[in-house]
């Protein structure tokens, strides 16, 4: 039986006076690896948030591992869009990787363990040559896998990652791609929030197409129609015109 990781349920999001997201259903499986596609204002990094608990579910919920998303957000490594670290102050990236690991380790007498959890972390995404260089002296690509080291020493074995490929060449994209299908063959469940859909069909084993609501979800092969590109990248108003807040387009307001 395959076990289900993430399961959305006629998700609905508002924030302010806008209908964010809208009866977004889906099931990922655990040990995948998920693209998230869609227009700037699709919703992909809300979708995240929501996931992640760190904002609120007007209608319908989410589920992490059979349980309310604020209570299985623990289980989850979020590397978000805009990252909030200064990537020019002169940290080691043991250091960087050591600052996801410290609600684990909270006394002296594990400085050990904690040591060697983030050598075992860097060497899961190819960086333990690495270890004490200056993260202010990496490229964007190693940036990335140094902030995915960071949340496997969390203890996380669901990743999320906003935008991870912004920035980064092809080169150092095909090698985080690499890193990502290693840790899902490992356990883990990967969703990427992606702009560019040329490559998914290469990379990733499913997509979710997000336009305010789930347009399509599947094998990239198979769910790329020109109905669905349309839908994801289409404004498709008449769609919504029954759904405003508070009122999710059922009769009864939700």
Not at 4 to 9: L, R, Y
Not at 74 to 79: A, E, K, P, S, T
Request: contains cysteine.
């Amino acid at each position: 039986m395959v076990e289900n990781t993430i399961v959305s349920d006629s998700c609905c999001v508002e924030l302010g006076n806008s209908l964010v997201l809208d009866d977004v259903s889906f099931s990922i499986n655990k040990s995948s690896l998920i693209a998230v596609v869609g227009p700037n204002g699709g919703g992909k990094t809300t979708l995240f948030n929501a996931i992640t608990g760190l904002v609120p579910i007007t209608n319908g919920k989410i589920k992490i591992n059979g349980e309310d998303a604020k209570k299985g957000s623990g289980n989850i490594g979020y590397v978000s869009q805009n990252e909030n670290l200064n990537w020019n102050f002169p940290l080691t990236v043991r250091q960087v990787v050591g600052l996801g690991n410290t609600k684990n380790l909270p006394s002296i007498p594990f400085i050990q363990k904690s040591n060697d959890l983030i050598e075992e972390c860097l060497n899961d995404v190819g960086l333990y040559d690495k270890i004490d260089d200056r993260v202010d002296n990496m490229s964007g690509g190693q940036r990335q896998r140094v902030l995915l080291a960071k949340i496997l020493a969390q203890g996380a074995n669901i990743l999320l990652l906003d935008e991870a490929f912004s920035g980064v060449d092809v080169g150092s994209q095909i090698s985080l791609i690499e890193v990502l299908r290693k840790l899902k063959d490992s356990g883990k469940t990967i969703m990427i929030a992606t702009h560019d859909i040329n490559n998914v069909a290469d990379r990733f084993d499913e997509v979710l197409c997000l336009n305010r609501h789930c347009c399509a979800y599947g094998d990239p092969l198979k769910v790329f129609t020109q109905e669905v590109l349309s839908e994801l990248y289409g404004t498709h108003s008449s769609m919504f015109e029954t759904h405003e807040i508070g009122n999710h387009g059922k009769k009864d307001g939700h």
